[in-house]
Nanobody, 123 residues
Framework: QVQLVESGGGSVQAGGSLRLSCVAS????????LGWFRQAPGKEREFVAA????????SYADSVKGRFTISRDNSKNTAFLQMNSLKPEDTAVYYC????????????????WGQGTQVTVSS
């Protein structure tokens, strides 16, 4: 089992920045690819970004490319999502997820999920 806890959400104005963190415990953090997903009210959960075991490979949704950056620090069992130039349409609950080994971009491929952290962007 892998336990994931997100933090760093909050309310910001459009154009602002937030940095989300995801702290993992349980199994060896470095054996898991990590992803960030988000879900807005009335919408399906959608992929935001993912990162490979070592951090050498990343993937982003087109809607956040160039604005968001995913990273990880395996020595601290922590993943990050730096979000810049935030837009009102980025408003959602953001979830951290983990899967064994391979990077992926669909929610059904992830085995472990955090409880989520709310991000609200006002215009």
């Amino acid at each position: 089992q892998v336990q994931l806890v997100e933090s760093g959400g909050g309310s910001v104005q459009a154009g602002g920045s937030l940095r989300l963190s995801c702290v993992a415990s349980g199994r060896t953090f470095g054996n898991y690819a990590l992803g960030w997903f988000r879900q807005a009210p009335g919408k399906e959960r959608e992929f935001v970004a993912a990162i490979s075991l070592s951090g050498g490979m990343t993937s982003y949704a087109d809607s956040v490319k160039g604005r968001f950056t995913i990273s990880r620090d395996n020595s601290k069992n922590t993943a990050f999502l730096q979000m810049n130039s935030l837009k009102p349409e980025d408003t959602a609950v953001y979830y951290c997820a983990a899967r064994w080994r391979a990077i992926a971009s669909t929610s059904r491929e992830y085995d472990y999920w955090g409880q989520g952290t709310q991000v609200t962007v006002s215009s």
